[in-house]
Structure formats: structure tokens, C-alpha cells
């Protein structure tokens, strides 16, 4: 029985310009500036406290942790999961400091089984950027629709993006989410590897944290060869005016490749036909 899952989604710029973290990123905007987060938060107060700063743990992939207050969790140094050869697995982690960290970047080793190895090139790592958004319906079911009265819909910072910048500077009291991705090769050999996700910068110390992926004799079958029907909406035009290029110029198509390569990652064999304004 195959399983279909069709997604509505923004997702061509966030899948798309996703690379190793071991390879130079650029942006035709560079970065930029997040709006503000209105909301409660911890104050100077609380912040000051931390005795020790910046700090880096392992956080969940379960949580989207607040930009500026300080994340409730343990400090976790060392991560293990397991996974069966060609699977992809993810992690987060998290870095907090109450001073401003200029130049911080993330890099990653390769992960060591003994003579084996699965490379740092199948690792990618990216900053969390956090985004405006607004609640979902009254019943909680839907963020589609129209918002007729738009003071009855509250707003929040949440943290969603990641980001293709690989260094950038950390403003004091504030919480930076980091996500690690590694593919597993398919013709690893089984066993435990291990390695270190560093954060380094220009004005603070490097931290690093434990990373150990137990490798099962199970395989994945490529993506291609997937049975389920994926389907990511994609749009054309929002690449191009991202990208500021013609529609469909030789650079238009240049700058998609990448998108529609990652999209094909998840086991995708569908693309989007955009063939009226409004469909």
C-alpha cells in the first residue's frame, strides 16, 4: 500500500538552499534582521545570573525555544541515536549567551567508527532564524484563511527558518536554536560513530558538543525509490524574485536546481505546473 501525503507549503527556499555545513553559503541579501518579539520574556535580570556564558546542550527536536529567554533544559553534551544505513537523522542544538558573540559558526567532524567513517559533507548544520507568525484558527485546526478581523488574531516570534548564512553575530540575552542533519551513507559499516559539533567565534572560547550515531545492519532504500507519493508545492516565482534573475532565464533555472534536487531528497517525483495567476 503506498501512503500519500500532498503538502501546501512554502518550502522551495528553505529545502532548496540547504548545503553541507563545509562548504561556503551565500545569500544575495546576506543576513538579516528579525522583527521583534513582543511577547514576555526573560528580563536583564534573569539573564545576568547565568554565571557561565555563552552555553551550548543538546536540546529536542520537539521544541521551538523561545528567542529571548533562557531555554529550560539540561546541559546535555552528548547526543547518541540510533539508524539504519542511507536513513537520515536529525538533532538540536542550543546556544545561549547574555553578551553580544561576534563571528560565531558551526562546523562539524567527521563521524569515526574505527577505520569507517560517515563524512562531514553528509553533515549539515544551520542557524534557527525565528519568524513572525500568527495563531491558528479558533479551533486550532488550520492556519488557512482569510483573517477578516485581524485584531482577533494574535501573533509570536517563532523560531522556523534555517538559515543558509554559515557565521553570523549573536545579539546579547538572546537563545540561538542550532539544526543538525546527517545522512547516513548507505554502505556505512555497522557500528558506533562518533564526532563533535563546535561552535566557534572571534570573542569567545569554542564550544563543542558529542555527537554518536549507532549505525543498524538495516538499509534505507534511496529516496528515488520510496513508496509514497510526496508532493511539496512548489513556486517558480518566488524563486526568482528571491534571486532577483528573469523568469525563466538560464539564472532562474540555475537557482531552482538545488531546490527541486533537495525536494527529490525527500522521495518526490512530482513538480508543480504553474500555468495560471490564480489557480
Known amino acids: 500500500m503506498k501512503l500519500t501525503l500532498?503538502?501546501?507549503?512554502?518550502?522551495?527556499?528553505?529545502?532548496?538552499?540547504?548545503?553541507?555545513?563545509?562548504?561556503t553559503r551565500t545569500d544575495p541579501f546576506g543576513d538579516y534582521e528579525e522583527l521583534?518579539?513582543?511577547?514576555?520574556?526573560?528580563?536583564?535580570?534573569?539573564?545576568?545570573?547565568?554565571?557561565?556564558?555563552?552555553?551550548?546542550?543538546?536540546?529536542?527536536?520537539?521544541?521551538?525555544?523561545?528567542?529571548?529567554?533562557?531555554?529550560?533544559?539540561?546541559?546535555?553534551?552528548?547526543?547518541?541515536t540510533k539508524?539504519?544505513?542511507?536513513?537520515?537523522?536529525?538533532?538540536?542544538?542550543?546556544?545561549?549567551?547574555?553578551t553580544d558573540l561576534s563571528g560565531a559558526e558551526i562546523t562539524v567532524s567527521d563521524l569515526r567508527n574505527g577505520s569507517s567513517i560517515i563524512p562531514?559533507?553528509?553533515?549539515?548544520?544551520?542557524?534557527?532564524r525565528y519568524v513572525m507568525t500568527d495563531e491558528l484558527s479558533k479551533d486550532g485546526t488550520t492556519g488557512c484563511?482569510?483573517?477578516?478581523?485581524?485584531?482577533?488574531?494574535?501573533s509570536s516570534m517563532v523560531a522556523d527558518a534555517l538559515d543558509i548564512i554559515n557565521v553570523r553575530d549573536i545579539v546579547a540575552r538572546t537563545t540561538q536554536p542550532v539544526w543538525m542533519n546527517a545522512w547516513v551513507p548507505s554502505d556505512a559499516k555497522t557500528g558506533k560513530y562518533k564526532g563533535t559539533l563546535t561552535v566557534t567565534g572571534s570573542n569567545f572560547s569554542p564550544l563543542s558538543l558529542q555527537i554518536e550515531i549507532d549505525v543498524l545492519?538495516?538499509?534505507?532504500?534511496?529516496?528515488?525509490?520510496?513508496?509514497?507519493?510526496?508532493?511539496?508545492?512548489q513556486n517558480p516565482y518566488a524563486v526568482a524574485r528571491y534571486y532577483d534573475v528573469p523568469l525563466?532565464?538560464?539564472?532562474?533555472?540555475?537557482?531552482?536546481?538545488?531546490?527541486?534536487?533537495?525536494?527529490?531528497?525527500?522521495?518526490?517525483?512530482?513538480?508543480?505546473?504553474?500555468?495560471?495567476?490564480?489557480?
Request: positive net charge; hydrophobic residues 35%; contains cysteine.
Open 145 to 154: 484563511g482569510e483573517r477578516y478581523n485581524k485584531a482577533d488574531w494574535d
Open 36 to 80: 521583534t518579539d513582543t511577547k514576555p520574556h526573560d528580563g536583564p535580570e534573569v539573564w545576568d545570573k547565568i554565571v557561565a556564558s555563552p552555553q551550548l546542550s543538546w536540546g529536542s527536536t520537539d521544541v521551538r525555544y523561545s528567542k529571548r529567554s533562557i531555554p529550560s533544559l539540561q546541559n546535555k553534551k552528548h547526543w547518541q
Open 217 to 233: 545492519n538495516h538499509t534505507l532504500p534511496d529516496p528515488k525509490d520510496w513508496q509514497i507519493h510526496m508532493d511539496l508545492w
Open 83 to 98: 539508524a539504519w544505513k542511507g536513513e537520515r537523522v536529525n538533532a538540536q542544538a542550543v546556544l545561549w549567551t547574555k
Open 248 to 279: 525563466w532565464s538560464k539564472e532562474h533555472f540555475d537557482a531552482m536546481r538545488p531546490i527541486m534536487k533537495r525536494i527529490a531528497q525527500t522521495g518526490q517525483k512530482a513538480v508543480t505546473a504553474s500555468i495560471m495567476h490564480k489557480p
Open 120 to 128: 562531514a559533507s553528509a553533515i549539515e548544520t544551520s542557524f534557527v
Open 6 to 23: 500532498i503538502l501546501s507549503a512554502a518550502l522551495a527556499l528553505s529545502l532548496g538552499q540547504l548545503c553541507n555545513a563545509q562548504t
